[in-house]
């Protein structure tokens, strides 16, 4: 069960072995052996690859080590941004601010149209 052990599953696996899918699945029914191979293949290439991503890990291979850690353990990286800042500005001090310069503005605008106005007034 080589095909197994490389990773082929259902009808690839039949026809790496040389057979029909549907004569590898009534071989499967009459012989509980067949699917007892098929599985201790997966199970010996599992433990083989892990044991080489744990050699890696351990021999320092951050890559190794934290794929380990989250396929394995539900492990994820913290995903935090650290930013240190003198002058520091709260929501309710920034919405304050944005609200004096909209007021400010629109006092500016009535004054600039007032002005207009009384040109016009002036001009006629």
């Known amino acids: 069960m080589d095909a197994a052990r490389l990773g082929l599953k259902g009808d690839r696996l039949a026809i790496a072995a040389g057979m029909m899918p549907t004569e590898y699945r009534q071989l499967c029914q009459f012989d509980p052996i067949v699917e007892y191979a098929e599985l201790k293949a997966r199970a010996e290439s599992e433990m083989s690859m892990s044991k080489v991503l744990h050699d890696a890990a351990a021999g320092g291979d951050i ?24 002058q520091r500005i709260s929501i309710n001090q920034a919405l304050e601010m944005a609200q004096a310069r909209v007021q400010q503005l629109a006092v500016e605008d009535v004054e600039y149209t007032e002005v207009k106005q009384t040109k016009k007034l002036k001009a006629a």
Do not use: C, G, R
């Open 63 to 86: 890559k190794a080590a934290t794929t380990i850690l989250q396929n394995q353990h539900d492990w994820v990286a913290k995903q935090q941004i650290s930013v240190d800042i003198d």
